[in-house]
C-alpha cells in the first residue's frame, strides 16, 4: 500500500489499465448523532458487473465506467440511496478549477490561507421518485508536513489521507423512505482519494478500513489480507495539524459473524500501541450486502488512563463475492446505468428501498 496526506496528489490517475479503479470518497456523521452520509465519485467502478464481464475479456478502460454512489442513514436507517453508473463522457475533472463532475453531482477544492474547502454538489431524480438536492462543505487545515508516508514500487494501490477529519456544513434535500425532508448538517467528516491499478481480488483477500473522531484526534485503520500476508496500519491522528499521535503496531480481529448472503466478517477489531488501546465494535449496519458491508461502529480507546469513546464508519470489502454472477441480479437491483432503460424493481418506491 502506497499511503500520502497530499492534497495536491488528487487528479485522475493517467492510464490505468484494466481492471483499475479510483474513487474520491467523502463521508461524515452529523454533530446531533441522528444523520450521516457517504458519497464516492467513481471512474472505474470496481462493483459494476459490466466493468468486471469487460475486465475478464481484457478489453476496457476504467475511464468508461465512472459512478457516484451516495447513502444518507439516519442512525442506522437508509433514508435516501443511490448508485449510478454513468458514460465516460459524463466525467469531467478541470485541472484549472480543481473540479470533477460526474452527470449531474460535482466536488470542487479551494484553498484559503492554510484552510482546504472542499464543496459537493448533488442533485438528482430516481426513476422511483425518490430525489436529492444537496450542497455540502468540507473544511479542515492542510496538512503541510505529511507524517504518514509510505512508498513502495511493488504496491498497485494507492491511498491518499486528505482530510482526515474535517468540518462539514450544508444543507440536504432529500425525498427518501421517510418522505421530504430538509437537513440542515452540522457535523465532522472525512475525505480520502484511492488508485487501484490492478481488480482488487488480485491485489488483496479482504480488507478493513474504519475511522473515529475523538475530541483531539481522529483514528484511521486498516487491515488488508492477502494470500500469504496480513499487511496493516493504525493511527491516532492530531485534528489540530495533521501530525501522527501515535502509531499501533498490533491488530487483532475477532467476533466474525456471516450475514444473510454467507459473507463473514469481523466485528471487533482490536489496536495496541506501546501504551494505547483502542477497540472498535462494528455495531449497526448501514449496507449489508454479498461483498461490501458498511457498519456505524463505536471506538473505545485507553490512553493516557483515560477511557474515550468515539461514533464513527467500518467497512468490509470481500472482492472475490464481487465476480460471482450469483450476486449480480441483487447488483442489478441497486445500481443504475444512467444511459439505459432503469431496472424494473428501480421504478417502484417500495422495491427499490427494499433493495436498501
Known amino acids: 500500500m502506497n499511503i500520502s496526506t497530499d492534497h495536491l496528489d488528487e487528479n485522475p490517475f493517467p492510464n490505468k489499465p484494466p481492471g483499475g479503479y479510483e474513487w474520491w470518497y467523502f463521508d461524515a456523521l452529523s454533530k446531533d448523532g441522528n444523520w450521516s452520509f457517504v458519497i464516492i465519485f467513481y471512474q472505474g467502478n470496481p462493483f459494476s458487473p459490466q466493468y468486471i464481464r469487460n475486465i475478464e475479456k481484457n478489453s476496457t478502460d476504467p475511464d468508461e465506467f465512472p459512478a457516484v454512489s451516495i447513502s444518507i442513514y439516519n442512525r442506522n436507517k437508509t433514508e ?3 448508485f449510478v453508473e454513468y458514460s465516460a463522457g459524463d ?3 478541470n485541472k484549472e478549477s480543481d473540479s470533477c463532475s460526474v452527470g449531474p453531482h460535482s466536488f470542487s477544492k479551494s484553498e484559503n490561507d492554510s484552510k482546504l474547502v472542499y464543496s459537493l454538489g448533488l442533485n438528482d431524480v430516481l426513476p422511483s421518485g425518490h430525489s436529492i438536492n444537496a450542497e455540502l462543505e468540507f473544511n479542515s487545515s492542510i496538512i503541510t508536513e505529511p507524517s504518514i508516508d509510505s512508498k513502495n514500487p511493488n504496491e498497485h494501490h494507492f491511498w491518499n489521507l486528505i482530510q482526515p477529519k474535517a468540518k462539514v ?3 440536504i434535500e432529500i425525498k427518501g423512505k421517510s418522505g421530504f425532508q430538509k437537513i ?4 465532522s467528516g472525512y475525505h480520502d482519494h484511492n488508485v487501484g491499478l490492478e481488480p482488487m481480488k488480485q491485489d488483496f ?8 473522531h475523538f475530541e483531539n484526534s481522529t483514528l484511521i485503520y486498516y487491515v488488508m489480507n492477502r494470500v500469504n500476508e496480513k499487511q496493516y496500519k493504525a493511527w491516532l491522528i492530531s485534528n489540530e495539524n495533521g501530525e501522527v499521535i501515535d502509531e ?10 456471516r450475514n444473510m448472503f454467507g459473507l463473514r466478517s469481523a466485528r471487533k477489531i482490536t489496536l495496541k500501541s506501546k501504551d494505547n488501546e483502542v477497540t472498535v465494535q462494528a455495531a449497526l449496519p448501514l449496507d449489508d450486502g454479498p461483498f461490501y458491508q458498511r457498519f456505524l461502529g463505536q471506538a473505545i480507546m485507553h490512553k493516557d488512563g483515560k477511557v474515550s469513546v468515539s461514533e464513527g464508519i467500518s467497512e468490509y470489502i470481500y472482492p472475490d463475492n464481487i465476480y460471482s454472477q450469483k450476486f449480480w441480479p441483487a447488483v442489478k437491483m441497486r445500481l443504475r446505468f444512467a444511459n439505459k432503460k432503469p431496472h424494473w424493481v428501480q421504478r417502484f418506491k417500495m422495491f427499490y428501498e427494499w433493495t436498501w
Open 248 to 257: 499501533f503496531s498490533s491488530v487483532d480481529t475477532e467476533g466474525f459473524l
Open 205 to 212: 483477500k479482504d480488507w478493513y478500513w474504519g475511522r473515529y
Open 169 to 171: 456544513s450544508g444543507t
Open 184 to 187: 440542515e448538517f452540522i457535523g
Open 80 to 82: 435516501f440511496y443511490s
Open 91 to 93: 466525467f469531467n475533472w
